[in-house]
């Protein structure tokens, strides 16, 4: 089973890694206050969104970093997903 | 009695399964903080809607999986659907 | 005395039925967290409404389902009907 | 004195009449949570407002019914006005 | 020293005066719950404002109702005034 | 160092002026509930900002009223400013 | 590894510095309430963007005043950056 975004979507997967603090504690990159990283799954077609032209400038493989109060979390076959709008992604990491 | 939805609207039926919690607990689909999988039964037939000229990109058999806070639950002949607005729908599940 | 609706709104007749819950209640349908079915009693002339081109797709005799948030209700000659704007119709029930 | 509306604006005058209550009490009609009757007193020249064209479709004399949460209580030469922008009209009663 | 609106402002001077209450109670008009009458003391030039024409309807002089919300006050010279913009003058009175 | 606004924006350098209460109070002219006074410092190119059209109607040295609840308040070499885009400015002063 | 922004988004780097209260209190740039100084590290393609045409005029290497509320935190490489939307960039300081 795949996952296929429609409009503007885009399926991302989290590039997990664990993070500690000053104090010690290791805490999950989800607990983080910060965007976080991800590697895009799969890229909708773009087309007319909401009555705008959108041309995505995603592809699969990319590793992005995303707005974090951005996307739905969805769980598809044990593995975790979060489909965002293109919009929400703030930059490419090159 | 069927149900025939008016614009950019699809009328979905959700694909109801248990899931165990890690602490042992079945959660029916509902209860989960998580966007649901459902199966499309009718598509509107989209044009301009609210201004904007929308065409329709999923069709009647489709699984797709739509943001959980969308939509509203319809009980017709005892069935339950949901009716979203296509771009409610995350993705198609293949 | 009739209302002729304004604009891209649609006079509606609830049609009222009772239910009985599984705890063997029963709740009339205002009373209920769902959608409720009505039957359009008149259909405003759409045209430009808010600055966008609205053609009517429901007509008078159709049983409708609407979201049940919208609306106003309006009582005339002791007969209460809710007053919508087309797009808070779902769906037609045929 | 008269009042010369802008815009989409329209000039109502509110309909009083009282209503008894199934237990009896007596209600004046702005006590009552339902849209009320009005008679157009008078009438903006439409054109573009907020960046859109607006045709006027009510006119002096009409009742209408319109949304009560809408429009600005005006009050002049002892009389008591409501105005509103014509998308508050809900309905014509003919 | 005088104030010269930009775009769609118009400069009201609010047109002050007592009204006794059915208690007794002497109000000043700007303590009541009602849109006030003040008098168009300047006119912006109108014209591309926030990305819509706007062609201004009143004129120096105009005695108009305004919504009571709007606006900012504004003290120059020791007297006050209304800035507001067309849109929320609701009417003239003639 | 000097600022340099994108836009349609305005750098502003209050006048800062005191004043006395009716009891007897001086107040600086920031603690107050009005529209302050303010000379215009350097002014963005306009162009197409926010897809629509700005022609900047204001130049450096005019005195300006803008609203108190806008703009961003920017502190360099020890001199503070307010950026406000020009929409918040209200009226120049002449 | 660099961060390449998407459409209309700057990638900053707020520039550092200590500033010391009246009361003597050392506070870093961070907890004041004021925008804040960046360097620009990295622009985006702008073109169009939520439906409307963006010309990017910031330059890597700029040094911009932006508005302390928008953006988002991104850590790379132990190295902090802000990324923002052009339109939140107040001022470039020359």
Redesign the interface.
């Given at each position: 089973?795949?996952?296929?975004?429609?409009?503007d979507?885009v399926?991302l997967k989290q590039t997990e890694k664990e993070e500690t603090t000053k104090s010690g504690i290791i805490l999950a990159a989800k607990a983080q206050e910060?965007?976080v990283t991800a590697e895009v799954i799969?890229v909708g077609p773009g087309?007319?969104?909401?009555?705008?032209?959108?041309?995505m400038?995603?592809k699969v493989g990319d590793q992005v970093?995303y707005?974090?109060y951005a996307g739905?979390?969805?769980?598809?076959d044990e593995e975790e997903y979060v489909?965002v709008k293109?919009?929400d992604?703030?930059?490419?990491?090159?």
């Amino acid at each position: 089973m795949k996952l296929v975004p429609l409009g503007d979507r885009v399926v991302l997967k989290q590039t997990e890694k664990e993070e500690t603090t000053k104090s010690g504690i290791i805490l999950a990159a989800k607990a983080q206050e910060k965007p976080v990283t991800a590697e895009v799954i799969a890229v909708g077609p773009g087309g007319m969104v909401d009555g705008k032209e959108v041309t995505m400038q995603v592809k699969v493989g990319d590793q992005v970093i995303y707005s974090k109060y951005a996307g739905n979390e969805v769980k598809l076959d044990e593995e975790e997903y979060v489909i965002v709008k293109q919009s929400d992604i703030l930059a490419i990491v090159e």
